[in-house]
């Protein structure tokens, strides 16, 4: 890695404040989660956010809170009624981590969230980067945390490119970040961070030529180059589940419980909604599967009733938490 001097100087800070917050206020979009202050609605955007883009989160996010419109209310409700309104959004394990942190501000700190990210941090699923988010976004603390955007861009503004790999680490980034928050202004200062990294300075395609941090920017003329000159290896690719791996088929049991509205499926009738060649000698298989899925929180296996006929009766029944 490289070794750089970790202070900014104070024009070089005024300028890349001046330039960001300027951009942001020309630019900002009006997004639902940025209109609160309220530290579970701001729990929720950022849990949904994570690998998910923001046009998609958008209407999950506003029919989630119709329903579970507070901390109290998502600790209560049925893990399966959970799952079942995070249904499109993908990564299913997110909606019980997410339950088990309002679960957890309920029992540990009476229904309110703590403002120190530090104590954040020790909720369960809470991770350095959501701790910040909810102490800035909620309370304005005045804190520095990274996602992979806010990485690239402060990357770039204080050293270079970040391709085809970054040159500094994460403790090097944080450093920076931590000279660059304004203390008055964290608020509107990390929320420009993110949506410069979303929509100006992206990872292949930053908008260079219009970009007002051009003269602030150290990665400014190269990255262009750089970028050309990519092999194809180097280039990101959509991540999508494959088709006939584990995590395809685990996607393919949880929406299947989820059709189910509540009912109880045995193996027999739930293997051939998770695959198109199911047959008897997969049971031991899909039986794996969803005890994987029980101890992530995302299934429920139950013994067979006696009620059940005879094809059936020695089969676990399967259904949503």
Same mark, same amino acid.
């Given at each position: 890695?490289?070794?750089?001097?970790?202070?900014?100087?104070?024009?070089?800070?005024?300028?890349?404040?001046?330039?960001?917050?300027?951009?942001?206020?020309?630019?900002?979009?009006?997004?639902?989660?940025?209109?609160?202050?309220?530290?579970?609605?701001?729990?929720?955007?950022?849990?949904?956010?994570?690998?998910?883009?923001?046009?998609?989160?958008?209407?999950?996010?506003?029919?989630?809170?119709?329903?579970?419109?507070?901390?109290?209310?998502?600790?209560?409700?049925?893990?399966?009624?959970?799952?079942?309104?995070?249904?499109?959004?993908g990564y299913n394990r997110r909606a019980v981590?997410?339950?088990?942190?309002?679960?957890? $501000?309920?029992?540990?700190?009476?229904?309110?969230?703590?403002a120190d990210p530090v104590m954040l941090r020790?909720?369960?699923?809470?991770?350095?980067?959501?701790?910040?988010?909810?102490?800035?976004?909620?309370?304005?603390?005045?804190?520095?945390?990274?996602?992979?955007?806010?990485?690239?861009?402060?990357?770039?503004?204080?050293?270079?490119?970040?391709?085809?790999?970054?040159?500094?680490?994460?403790?090097?980034?944080?450093?920076?970040?931590?000279?660059? $928050?304004?203390?008055?202004?964290?608020?509107?200062?990390?929320?420009?961070?993110?949506?410069?990294?979303?929509?100006?300075?992206?990872?292949?395609?930053?908008?260079? $030529?219009?970009?007002?941090?051009?003269?602030?920017?150290?990665?400014?003329?190269?990255?262009?180059?750089?970028?050309?000159?990519?092999?194809?290896?180097?280039?990101?690719?959509?991540?999508?589940?494959?088709?006939?791996?584990?995590?395809?088929?685990?996607?393919?049991?949880?929406?299947?419980?989820?059709?189910?509205?509540?009912?109880?499926?045995?193996?027999?009738?739930?293997?051939?909604?998770?695959?198109?060649?199911?047959?008897?000698?997969?049971?031991?298989?899909?039986?794996?599967?969803?005890?994987?899925?029980?101890?992530?929180?995302?299934?429920?296996?139950?013994?067979?009733?006696?009620?059940?006929?005879?094809?059936?009766?020695?089969?676990?029944?399967?259904?949503?938490?």
């Amino acid at each position: 890695m490289t070794d750089i001097d970790p202070q900014l100087s104070e024009e070089h800070i005024a300028e890349i404040r001046r330039g960001l917050l300027g951009w942001f206020d020309a630019n900002r979009r009006d997004l639902p989660w940025r209109r609160t202050r309220d530290p579970y609605r701001i729990l929720v955007s950022e849990v949904m956010l994570q690998q998910t883009q923001v046009d998609r989160v958008i209407p999950y996010y506003e029919r989630f809170l119709d329903t579970l419109p507070s901390v109290e209310a998502l600790a209560d409700a049925p893990t399966s009624v959970v799952i079942t309104l995070w249904a499109g959004l993908g990564y299913n394990r997110r909606a019980v981590n997410l339950q088990r942190t309002a679960q957890a $501000v309920m029992s540990e700190h009476g229904g309110v969230f703590p403002a120190d990210p530090v104590m954040l941090r020790q909720l369960p699923g809470i991770g350095p980067y959501t701790s910040g988010a909810i102490a800035c976004f909620a309370f304005e603390a005045p804190v520095a945390f990274l996602d992979t955007n806010m990485k690239r861009v402060i990357h770039r503004l204080v050293t270079g490119p970040d391709l085809p790999k970054p040159t500094l680490t994460d403790r090097q980034l944080m450093a920076f970040a931590e000279q660059l $928050v304004p203390p008055d202004d964290a608020w509107r200062w990390n929320q420009a961070l993110i949506e410069f990294g979303a929509l100006q300075c992206t990872a292949r395609r930053p908008a260079c $030529v219009i970009c007002p941090l051009q003269a602030a920017c150290a990665a400014f003329p190269a990255i262009q180059s750089v970028i050309a000159t990519l092999p194809p290896g180097t280039r990101k690719k959509q991540e999508a589940p494959f088709q006939g791996s584990n995590r395809y088929y685990r996607g393919r049991v949880v929406d299947s419980l989820r059709a189910a509205a509540g009912a109880e499926l045995a193996l027999s009738q739930l293997g051939p909604q998770v695959r198109d060649d199911y047959a008897p000698e997969h049971k031991d298989w899909l039986l794996n599967l969803v005890s994987g899925l029980q101890r992530d929180g995302l299934a429920r296996i139950a013994e067979p009733k006696a009620t059940y006929s005879t094809a059936e009766n020695d089969e676990p029944l399967v259904s949503l938490p």
